[in-house]
């Protein structure tokens, strides 16, 4: 079940004439869409709605501390990353792959898993890795992750999931890429296939 979200002090009306509203979807589905088709805008709203839940004021400095509180809770200490913005797309962002699998581990083993992980992309099959994964779409049809990318950076951060095997959290992250984009993307999706190989595998031995 999806947690009710904190809302923000109501606002007083202003003054004047309404000549047009436009209701939003309810900010889960919105998270949906974004994680679905990396909505890089909708992430970078998303952290200032929960600033303004929060303390009633849309500021990325304080989205970022609400971040920093929520890693800090979930045993991620502040040297294993450098936040700037919410989407990623800034150079100053950075993030381990260790810290990464931290987060999704955590989520996972939390009571938000069955909502977390059907925010995920499903590879060969929706979102930004419908078209990933050419070799066997049928096989990643396990694999729920998040895309990230910028010049020269291709990333990947989810799980395997299998109904019958091993499940695996990873991150993967491939950083001064001087080829093709589309190279690295391959050799990540390489990588997670042999995961989905493994889980096959250790299903198969009855491990």
Do not use: C
Not at 19 to 37: I, M, N
């Amino acid at each position: 079940e999806v947690p009710d979200l904190l809302q923000a002090p109501p606002t007083e009306p202003r003054a004047g004439v309404e000549l047009a509203r436009l209701v939003s979807a309810p900010f889960f589905e919105d998270l949906r869409v974004t994680d679905k088709v990396s909505q890089n805008l909708h992430a970078e709203l998303a952290i200032l709605q929960v600033a303004r839940a929060k303390n009633g004021i849309a500021s990325r400095k304080l989205a970022l501390a609400e971040m920093k509180v929520f890693l800090r809770e979930i045993g991620i200490e502040e040297s294993e990353y450098f936040l700037r913005d919410g989407s990623g797309l800034s150079r100053m962002t950075l993030l381990t792959p260790a810290m990464l699998t931290k987060l999704v581990v955590h989520m996972y083993n939390s009571p938000h898993r069955d909502a977390w992980v059907g925010l995920l992309p499903i590879g060969g099959q929706d979102g930004t890795l419908k078209n990933r994964f050419a070799s066997n779409k049928s096989a990643a049809a396990v694999v729920h992750a998040k895309t990230g990318s910028i010049s020269h950076v291709a990333a990947l951060t989810g799980y395997v999931l299998p109904e019958n095997g091993k499940s695996y959290a990873f991150s993967i992250i491939a950083n001064n890429v001087n080829g093709a984009d589309r190279e690295a993307r391959a050799l990540i999706d390489k990588i997670v296939l042999t995961l989905v190989n493994a889980s096959s595998a250790v299903t198969s031995s009855g491990n």
